[in-house]
């Protein structure tokens, strides 16, 4: 980096919002612009979004972020996205075959259940790294080629395209130029050969997907492309990192030290520690890539729970927050919890499309038990809070089998983390401390950190000063101790989802 060229611009397109934020060269940020995303279900278990929609919000907020700095700083771009979400479009036009299918989205279970049925679960689990779920991107993109005329076919041949949201937007960054993705995002698709870092010609064959219709997979911190032909956004300008959402979170809290194990509390929660290798024989739980740096593959050992600020959000509907504004509804998620001394025995379960890990039951469905006269509104938003805490907790409990696995300290970032209340509950519960980054934009600084990387080569303590400070939760050990029992009867609500029951008589 030379000259007046010393801003990154971080896109970090989630599932609800696409956000920009541009970063100085001391890793400080100084500008960032946000556009909300909608999201459709259709169908019971179904979700999805426009492909369009996600591509005009990245470019808008972009734009401004540019504009904002100016252009002649701007050294380059770099990307975290959703994962696991899927879109395939036509590489002559570069249509959309259908909307993009959303890591939330259950409709492939019928297909993941065959696979269970045929034994290849274990096959796949010891390939992949990933147990079969409709979560993961696979059994999204066969669904995606099944949905159209010809789609298979039409694959064979490379005229569709298929990948993960950092391969869409690259590819609309660059004007078709650009057809890749990195490795975090490549793991996450049921499709790359953990052992080897490619894509698994039996995992295609298995999941009925041409290697013609997938990207090039990269190193996370390298040159994927440059910007061309877009409002607002100079030709040229160098995308130097792509890395899935929560991975650039973990980059950015710790760079990957042990101990420190990543909670990234958003609409869903991805619970993340960095591993030292890639074997791992715990069914619950996946093993991924963490990312490429350019130089070393780092492995994360890591728990989906699709259901967390997704389940405070439905609990603020159906009690009647949602007529506040985002401040006073701020204010109310930190008073109403602490305004009751428990939830009356209220557990809320929010398997809203399924239950991920450890569980993983797409069938289960949302539970509220527990329910007495005495039950006001503040006892069931105390329970929504809770059940994030302890759907971590289940989470942090099944990696303890991991031979690797140490904690130190709960990492955590994401919009719910705000919440102090919230904070404190997560500490007392797992009796660790829990240390907030003081800065909500970690997976957009993750992902630029992996940028000035490529831009300039740089030792593991010159990346560590760019590390920013996090606020600490100590636990309450002698609240721990209590809400252990409290923990085990969440998990006998839990159970009561996972029952199998008989459909109804008509």
């Given at each position: 980096m030379s000259g007046l060229k010393d801003i990154v611009i971080a896109l970090d397109e989630g599932t609800t919002n696409a956000k920009a934020v541009a970063l100085d060269g001391h890793g400080n940020v100084i500008a960032k612009f946000s556009q909300a995303l909608t999201i459709q279900t259709p169908r019971e278990g179904w979700v999805e979004q426009s492909g369009e929609m996600l591509i005009a919000a990245s470019v808008q907020v972009i734009a401004q972020a540019i504009a904002h700095v100016g252009a002649e700083r701007v050294a380059a771009l770099a990307i975290s996205n959703q994962?696991?979400?899927?879109?395939?479009?036509?590489?002559?036009?570069?249509?959309?075959?259908?909307?993009?299918?959303?890591?939330?989205?259950?409709?492939?279970?019928?297909?993941?259940?065959?696979?269970?049925?045929?034994?290849?679960?274990?096959?796949?689990?010891?390939?992949?790294?990933?147990?079969?779920?409709?979560?993961?991107?696979?059994?999204?993109?066969?669904?995606?080629?099944?949905?159209?005329?010809?789609?298979?076919?039409?694959?064979?041949?490379?005229?569709?395209?298929?990948?993960?949201?950092?391969?869409?937007?690259?590819?609309?960054?660059?004007?078709?130029?650009?057809?890749?993705?990195?490795?975090?995002?490549?793991?996450?698709?049921?499709?790359?050969?953990?052992?080897?870092?490619?894509?698994?010609?039996?995992?295609?064959?298995?999941?009925?997907?041409?290697?013609?219709?997938?990207?090039?997979?990269?190193?996370?911190?390298?040159?994927?492309?440059?910007?061309?032909?877009?409002?607002?956004?100079?030709?040229?300008?160098?995308?130097?990192?792509?890395?899935?959402?929560?991975?650039?979170?973990?980059?950015?809290?710790?760079?990957?030290?042990?101990?420190?194990?990543?909670?990234?509390?958003?609409?869903?929660?991805?619970?993340?520690?960095?591993?030292?290798?890639?074997?791992?024989?715990?069914?619950?739980?996946?093993?991924?890539?963490?990312?490429?740096?350019?130089?070393?593959?780092?492995?994360?050992?890591?728990?989906?729970?699709?259901?967390?600020?997704?389940a405070v959000a439905w609990m603020v509907d159906m009690t009647g927050l949602d007529a506040l504004s985002k401040d006073e509804l701020a204010d109310a998620l930190t008073t109403l919890p602490a305004s009751v001394d428990s939830t009356l025995g209220v557990y809320f379960v929010p398997a809203l499309t399924g239950l991920g890990a450890p569980w993983w039951s797409e069938n289960a469905r949302g539970l509220i038990c527990g329910l007495s006269r005495g039950v006001k509104r503040a006892h069931l938003i105390r329970a929504a809070l809770e059940s994030i805490t302890y759907q971590i907790a289940d989470v942090v409990l099944a990696m303890r089998q991991h031979s690797?696995?140490?904690?130190?300290?709960?990492?955590?970032?994401?919009?719910?983390?705000?919440?102090?209340?919230?904070?404190?509950?997560?500490?007392?519960?797992?009796?660790?401390?829990?240390?907030?980054?003081?800065?909500?934009?970690?997976?957009?600084?993750?992902?630029?950190?992996?940028?000035?990387?490529?831009?300039?080569?740089?030792?593991?303590?010159?990346?560590k000063s760019y590390v920013s400070a996090h606020s600490t939760f100590h636990p309450d050990m002698q609240r721990h101790g209590r809400l252990q029992k409290r923990w085990h009867e969440w998990r006998h609500a839990v159970e009561r989802t996972l029952e199998k029951t008989s459909p109804p008589v008509a």
């Open positions: 994962r696991e979400t899927a879109i395939g479009w036509y590489r002559s036009s570069g249509q959309p075959l259908t909307s993009a299918i959303t890591w939330q989205c259950s409709r492939t279970a019928d297909f993941c259940e065959g696979l269970r049925r045929d034994n290849l679960a274990a096959h796949i689990k010891a390939t992949t790294g990933l147990p079969v779920a409709p979560l993961f991107s696979a059994s999204k993109m066969r669904w995606l080629l099944e949905s159209v005329p010809n789609g298979f076919a039409l694959a064979e041949q490379g005229e569709i395209c298929l990948g993960t949201i950092d391969s869409w937007l690259l590819w609309n960054l660059t004007q078709g130029k650009a057809f890749a993705c990195d490795y975090s995002n490549a793991a996450r698709t049921q499709l790359l050969n953990l052992q080897q870092a490619g894509w698994d010609d039996e995992m295609l064959k298995i999941f009925h997907i041409p290697r013609a219709a997938l990207p090039d997979i990269r190193p996370s911190s390298s040159l994927f492309g440059y910007t061309e032909g877009l409002n607002g956004i100079p030709d040229g300008i160098p995308i130097m990192s792509m890395v899935g959402d929560s991975h650039a979170a973990l980059f950015g809290h710790a760079m990957g030290e042990l101990g420190r194990v990543k909670a990234t509390y958003g609409t869903g929660s991805s619970v993340m520690a960095p591993v030292t290798s890639a074997q791992c024989n715990i069914d619950s739980l996946a093993t991924t890539i963490a990312w490429h740096d350019g130089q070393t593959m780092v492995f994360g050992l890591e728990g989906n729970i699709p259901h967390t600020g997704d690797d696995f140490t904690l130190s300290a709960l990492m955590v970032d994401g919009g719910p983390t705000c919440n102090d209340w919230l904070m404190q509950y997560q500490a007392d519960l797992l009796g660790c401390p829990v240390m907030r980054s003081d800065i909500p934009e970690l997976s957009a600084i993750g992902a630029a950190l992996l940028a000035r990387k490529a831009l300039s080569p740089m030792t593991q303590a010159e990346m």
